[in-house]
């Protein structure tokens, strides 16, 4: 059973960081790509962060450039995403989801984890 979990929100205020974190597990994900989404209430998902398990190719969302990191811990079957310098607009239920490589829709989705960015 492949299940991802994602973990790390919390309640921080303007320009502060969070790490969060998305554990995979139930199949081997080498030939997949993570990537994390947000949504904010009354807002439809949003992409946000994309990386390919074996390659490490990233791509961002305009709105996170320059602030998140999306990294992989093979060994731990991990994803992260690192947000800095946080705005109120951040604020959303962000989750992880995986497609396999090549494909544009995504086969797993996390259950989400709320971030909230207080100015």
């Known amino acids: 059973q492949v299940q991802l979990v994602e973990s790390g929100g919390g309640l921080v205020q303007a320009g502060d960081s969070l790490r969060l974190s998305c554990a995979a597990s139930g199949r081997t994900f080498s030939n997949y790509g993570m990537g994390w989404f947000r949504q904010a209430p009354g807002k439809e998902r949003e992409f946000v962060a994309y990386?390919?398990?074996?390659?490490?190719?990233?791509v961002y969302s305009d709105s996170v450039k320059g602030r998140f990191t999306i990294s992989r811990d093979n060994a731990k079957n991990t994803v992260h995403l690192q947000m800095n310098s946080l705005k109120p607009e951040d604020t959303a239920v962000y989750f992880c989801?995986?497609?396999?490589?090549?494909?544009?829709?995504?086969?797993?989705w996390g259950q989400g984890t709320q971030v909230t960015v207080s100015s």
């Open positions: 990386i390919a398990w074996s390659t490490g190719y990233t």
């Open positions: 989801a995986a497609r396999p490589l090549g494909r544009l829709t995504y086969d797993y």
